[in-house]
């Protein structure tokens, strides 16, 4: 077959030729994985130690070295990214008013070199009042005479007009100007930033070391020790001008002479028993400059804190007439405490106390019926365990006097409570009406008489509740038509404290076996149902 020429057809490969089988190393024997003999080296001994020293000649032999490989291919972006320019500039802002003409504001503007977008923020000043950090968010920014800000547009000492307002470049950091100088820009001169007049006026506020202003604690005038937390109390007659005639209505001054302050209040009446809130302000504390003031009899031994600017405590020693924002107000009385600081300040003697006030009679509870025109109401002790006196409580059943025929069907349980004279009303479930609490437990005065001062006003007692009388309860009317048998029983016990009608009612309303069933029995089928 060798003398056949080389030609397509005339070739011929024997398929052992083409097999080269490949020696395997791992074979199992008796059920165990071993690893077959190496087979035989294709090199001899000599030729594999010859093989070895070739090589550590040409490992520690001197070589020529390779040529370095050229540098990876990065695109504009990558290379770009990061790399901010960042300018210092102001612009100015006109103030309308004040001292100040115009306000000098710093800013910081960004450049970013891969989408050639801006960015302009205000370094934040504490208490500056003013809306500072990012002015501008980042963006492609409009030039004036047409397309987009661009970097070499951008050198020291120029205006950036951005939106109608002009920053002036200042100042750069290094890497701006590293940048700008290897791009072949011609850098200016850094030109300083202008310092603010606010600012300026601000800091030479706080460098003084003598304040004028009354904002600050430190500027307020010193105030003896005995004279702080000081309160004098004063029982005064208000004279009020309603349609043309002058009446007087009481009220409480109280005068602060640590900072010379006047207060007027309305004052209570009240026992603590009956009324837990401050009293109506009339006047809040405020200095009072002196007006017409008349002082009868009274000793006048000098002057104290501002002379003949401010309404004094000498001018308010009673009996008094003094001016206060046009309104005459006629000092009366005052309490023991203020008669002790008049007499060791002024050497004031028989100067009058305040009023006491009689309420009502001594109730059960113990309260005297006697009350000093206070303004705080005096806190109650609390109680232990209730005595079955201060627990009695009265129901009534009661009705809507309306003449709505809707309201008809409405039907009420007035709790009356002896230890202190309270009334609580609740509304009975009925359908298409929820019920519920309509007046939570207090004492509801009656109606205001004309001849009646509104200061002074009567209560509703036990004497005004029986079956059939008609209440008027803050605007609206109701009208009583039962009662417990625990009312009857009540009323059996202690006939010399309740009214003969209510006695008399009671025993009419059950003696007559009306068909009106009691309201605890009635709240009961109800619950029930």
Request: charged share 25%; glycine share 8%.
């Given at each position: 077959m060798s003398d056949l020429p080389l030609l397509p057809g005339y070739t011929f490969s024997t398929p052992e030729e083409r097999q080269r089988p490949i020696c395997q190393s791992l074979e199992w024997r008796k059920g165990a994985p071993l690893v077959a003999a190496p087979p035989q080296p294709l090199l001899s001994e000599a030729d594999q130690q010859d093989l070895v020293r070739q090589e550590r000649r040409l490992q520690f032999a001197s070589r020529p070295r390779r040529a370095s490989t050229p540098p990876k291919f990065l695109p504009e972006w990558a290379v770009l990214d990061k790399k901010v320019l960042r300018f210092k500039g102001y612009f100015t802002e006109q103030v309308e008013g004040g001292r100040a003409v115009c306000r000098v504001r710093p800013v910081v503007i960004y450049y970013y070199l891969v989408d050639d977008a801006i960015a302009v923020t205000e370094p934040r000043t504490p208490n500056s009042g003013l809306d500072q950090g990012r002015l501008l968010n980042r963006q492609r920014m409009p030039h004036p005479d047409g397309g987009f800000w661009h970097w070499t547009h951008l050198n020291l000492g120029e205006t950036l007009t951005l939106y109608g307002r002009h920053y002036i470049i200042c100042d750069c950091d290094p890497f701006t100007k590293e940048y700008l100088l290897s791009e072949g820009t011609e850098l200016g001169n850094p030109v300083p930033i202008p310092p603010d007049p606010y600012t300026l006026m601000r800091q030479s506020r706080t460098e003084t070391p003598h304040r004028t202003s009354d904002l600050r604690p430190h500027s307020a005038p010193l105030v003896p020790p005995q004279l702080r937390g000081v309160l004098l109390k004063f029982d005064v007659m208000v004279e009020e001008?309603?349609?043309?005639?002058?009446?007087?209505?009481?009220?409480?001054?109280?005068?602060?002479?640590?900072?010379?302050?006047?207060?007027?209040?309305?004052?209570?009446?009240?026992?603590?028993?009956?009324?837990?809130?401050?009293?109506?302000?009339?006047?809040?504390?405020?200095?009072?400059?002196?007006?017409?003031?008349?002082?009868?009899?009274?000793?006048?031994?000098?002057?104290?804190?501002?002379?003949?600017?401010?309404?004094?405590?000498?001018?308010?020693?009673?009996?008094?007439?003094?001016?206060?924002?046009?309104?005459?107000?006629?000092?009366?009385?005052?309490?023991?405490?203020?008669?002790?600081?008049?007499?060791?300040?002024?050497?004031?003697?028989?100067?009058?106390?305040?009023?006491?006030?009689?309420?009502?009679?001594?109730?059960?509870?113990?309260?005297?019926?006697?009350?000093?025109?206070?303004?705080?109401?005096?806190?109650?002790?609390?109680?232990?365990?209730?005595?079955?006196?201060?627990?009695?409580?009265?129901?009534?059943?009661?009705?809507?006097?309306?003449?709505?025929?809707?309201?008809?069907?409405?039907?009420?349980?007035?709790?009356?409570?002896?230890?202190?004279?309270?009334?609580?009303?609740?509304?009975?479930?009925?359908?298409g009406g929820l019920g519920g609490r309509i007046l939570s437990r207090m004492r509801v005065p009656k109606p205001e008489v004309e001849d009646k001062r509104s200061w002074d006003p009567d209560f509703y007692t036990l004497d005004d509740i029986y079956i059939g009388a008609p209440l008027r309860l803050w605007g609206q009317h109701y009208l009583i038509t039962g009662a417990d048998k625990h009312v009857l029983n009540y009323a059996r016990q202690h006939e010399d404290q309740v009214s003969p009608q209510l006695l008399s009612s009671l025993l009419h309303h059950f003696q007559e076996g009306t068909h009106d069933k009691e309201p605890a029995d009635q709240e009961q089928e109800n619950n029930n149902m």
């Open positions: 001008v309603e349609d043309g005639r002058s009446r007087a209505s009481p009220a409480v001054l109280l005068y602060r002479p640590q900072d010379l302050t006047v207060e007027l209040r309305q004052p209570s009446y009240f026992d603590y028993t009956e009324i837990r809130k401050f009293s109506p302000v009339i006047l809040r504390a405020v200095k009072v400059p002196l007006g017409d003031s008349s002082e009868g009899g009274v000793i006048n031994i000098g002057e104290e804190g501002e002379k003949g600017e401010w309404l004094l405590p000498r001018h308010l020693i009673p009996p008094a007439s003094v001016t206060i924002f046009g309104r005459r107000v006629l000092v009366t009385g005052c309490d023991a405490f203020t008669q002790r600081f008049l007499q060791d300040y002024y050497g004031a003697d028989n100067i009058p106390g305040m009023k006491y006030v009689e309420t009502k009679k001594p109730d059960e509870s113990g309260s005297s019926g006697k009350t000093q025109s206070d303004i705080v109401p005096r806190h109650r002790p609390r109680r232990g365990l209730l005595i079955p006196q201060d627990a009695t409580v009265l129901r009534f059943l009661a009705k809507l006097d309306s003449p709505l025929g809707t309201e008809a069907d409405r039907t009420f349980i007035l709790t009356y409570h002896v230890v202190d004279a309270t009334l609580e009303l609740t509304e009975k479930p009925r359908p």
